[in-house]
């Protein structure tokens, strides 16, 4: 089955670690997104990546950082410098097409809690 | 600038009474649409999405929305709901941005079905 894989499920963190969310799609897609939602706020960007080794800031990326070693993994890395890292974070691949034919996908979501 | 609102925070239905989910997007060009759906806890799965042509939309689950470009609306209708509906409902406007395919979304819309 083609999809999008995101691990762990629920992530605990204490005040002043990182950690790192995965996230893998089969789906041979080029482009990788991630975000975060927050309640009542919808989805916000964090950081995207539109090619391997190769990712850009979002709208929100301060206190984040992210790779694109593989085509088919992109993990995110919540540092100590984020001030409010609870939340729930959605990754998405998409093909790279033009417009809306690059309709996004999105995997089942990592819930990080800072203890 | 581009922005997608979702008038309604919370709506309540019968189960097996008609829904109407209201979506407007600001967008200087023609927008690509899209509604997803989210159940607790869970990632976001594509329900429909308008490119262009027919501007009545046909998705899974028995829903459809309807482009109209004059009202600036892409509103979600479902004829009969079903308990099983019940979750948080996002309209999202694509467009290109910086070379990339940038989802902007609504605040979200939660369904609840009474029995």
Request: hydrophobic share 30%; aromatic share 14%; with cysteine.
């Amino acid at each position: 089955d083609g999809g999008i894989t995101q691990s762990p499920k629920y992530l605990f963190r204490k005040e002043g670690q990182n950690v790192t969310l995965s996230c893998e799609q089969n789906l041979n897609h080029d482009a990788m997104y991630w975000y975060r939602q927050d309640p009542g706020q919808g989805l916000r960007l964090i950081y995207y990546s539109q090619i391997v080794n190769d990712f850009q800031k979002g709208d929100i990326a301060e206190g984040y950082s992210v790779s694109r070693e593989k085509k088919e993994s992109f993990p995110l890395t919540v540092t100590s410098a984020q001030k409010n890292p609870t939340a729930f974070y959605l990754c998405a691949s998409s093909s790279r097409r033009r417009g809306g034919e690059g309709t996004q996908y999105f995997g089942p979501g990592t819930r990080l809690t800072v203890l | 600038a581009q922005s997608v609102t979702q008038p309604d925070i919370h709506i309540t239905v019968s189960e097996g009474a008609s829904l109407e989910l209201r979506c407007n997007y600001s967008y200087g060009a023609t927008p690509y649409l899209f509604w997803y759906v989210q159940s607790p806890g869970q990632g976001l799965q594509l329900l429909l999405k308008y490119f262009s042509g027919d501007t009545l939309v046909q998705g899974i689950k028995g829903f459809e929305a309807e482009f109209k470009r004059s009202q600036s609306s892409f509103n979600l209708r479902k004829p009969s709901v079903h308990w099983s509906d019940a979750a948080e409902y996002f309209c999202a406007v694509g467009a290109l941005s910086g070379g990339y395919n940038k989802l902007i979304f609504g605040a979200g819309t939660r369904l609840a079905v009474h029995p």
